[in-house]
């Protein structure tokens, strides 16, 4: 799992477990049964059936706010993408609530194939609700951390979601409330041939931190030293370099296009 800065205080009670653990490569257990928006039991191996990758999200519908955000940008970037959920993937949603009705996820399906505008997607699209048992190992398949706040009556937990190879295993984590649509695409084409995140990739995340002021990724020269030095700095090189050599190549391409 990516390193992570150092906290000097204690976490709060309420974030204790809270977060997630990258699993990667993990199969997420096709056993499990929870109950679909339209009443009817499903196991996960119904809707992950090895043949599309698939986005999986871990919400509860009724957030006040996190998950409604998450969804949110789900749904704004596969609006920018041609990739249709029931023929190139699916999107699995499912319930952290075990109190949470099959009504309630109907409800929420309604409302997100609004927002996406693409009524054709809906049979790709699936809102599972589940008991406790069920909920809890799929997201300790994943290594989603959440909890319950009693004196706030609602769950904390990160915002993330997840991308599954056909086959159920994780390929990739997308972190935020706000999902680029090339990296969403990406992201499921290379799921969709069983690809998984690379150590290089995720000892990276270590290395770099994103630059709101200038929209990137930078250096972490601190991490970087601690982590070795000049080896450290040549795997950096290389990775940059490929970066850049992939971005430039697909700048030439849409330059083509546009000229042609």
Same mark, same amino acid.
């Given at each position: 799992m990516? #390193?992570?800065?150092?906290?000097?205080?204690?976490?709060?009670?309420?974030?204790?477990?809270?977060?997630?653990?990258?699993?990667?490569?993990?199969?997420?257990?096709?056993?499990?049964?929870?109950?679909?928006?339209?009443?009817?039991? $499903?196991?996960?191996?119904?809707?992950? !059936?090895?043949?599309?990758?698939?986005?999986?999200?871990?919400?509860?519908?009724?957030?006040?706010?996190?998950?409604?955000?998450?969804?949110?940008?789900?749904?704004? #970037?596969?609006?920018e993408?041609?990739?249709?959920?029931? !023929?190139?993937?699916?999107?699995?949603?499912?319930?952290?609530?075990?109190?949470?009705?099959?009504?309630?996820?109907?409800?929420?399906?309604?409302?997100?194939?609004?927002?996406?505008?693409?009524?054709?997607?809906?049979?790709?699209?699936?809102?599972?609700?589940?008991?406790?048992?069920?909920?809890?190992?799929?997201?300790?398949?994943?290594?989603?951390?959440?909890?319950?706040?009693?004196?706030?009556?609602?769950?904390?937990?990160?915002?993330?979601?997840?991308?599954?190879?056909?086959?159920?295993?994780?390929?990739?984590?997308?972190?935020?409330?706000?999902?680029?649509?090339?990296t969403?695409?990406?992201?499921?084409a290379?799921?969709?041939?069983?690809?998984?995140?690379?150590?290089?990739?995720?000892?990276?995340?270590?290395?770099?931190?994103?630059?709101?002021?200038?929209?990137?990724?930078?250096?972490?020269?601190?991490?970087?030293?601690?982590?070795?030095?000049?080896?450290t700095?040549?795997? $950096?090189?290389?990775?940059?370099?490929?970066?850049w050599?992939?971005?430039?190549?697909?700048?030439?391409?849409?330059? #083509?296009?546009?000229?042609?």
């Amino acid at each position: 799992m990516p #390193a992570v800065a150092q906290r000097t205080e204690p976490l709060p009670q309420q974030l204790e477990g809270v977060g997630i653990e990258e699993r990667l490569g993990a199969q997420v257990p096709l056993e499990l049964t929870f109950t679909a928006e339209d009443g009817r039991r $499903v196991r996960l191996g119904d809707l992950i !059936r090895g043949e599309r990758p698939v986005l999986l999200t871990l919400v509860y519908y009724r957030c006040p706010m996190l998950c409604g955000l998450v969804l949110n940008g789900v749904v704004d #970037a596969l609006k920018e993408i041609k990739l249709l959920p029931g !023929r190139d993937f699916e999107i699995v949603t499912v319930s952290i609530d075990p109190l949470e009705t099959a009504t309630l996820a109907r409800l929420k399906k309604q409302a997100m194939l609004r927002e996406y505008g693409r009524p054709e997607g809906a049979a790709g699209w699936h809102f599972l609700t589940g008991d406790e048992n069920s909920i809890k190992a799929l997201a300790d398949a994943v290594g989603f951390g959440f909890r319950w706040v009693e004196e706030r009556k609602e769950y904390a937990h990160a915002a993330a979601v997840m991308v599954l190879t056909p086959e159920g295993k994780v390929s990739r984590y997308l972190y935020g409330v706000l999902y680029e649509p090339r990296t969403v695409r990406l992201a499921l084409a290379e799921a969709g041939v069983g690809t998984v995140s690379s150590l290089t990739e995720r000892f990276l995340l270590y290395c770099f931190h994103y630059d709101a002021n200038s929209g990137r990724f930078v250096v972490a020269a601190r991490n970087i030293m601690k982590l070795g030095g000049l080896a450290t700095l040549a795997v $950096v090189g290389v990775w940059l370099g490929r970066v850049w050599l992939v971005r430039g190549g697909r700048r030439a391409a849409a330059g #083509a296009e546009g000229g042609a």
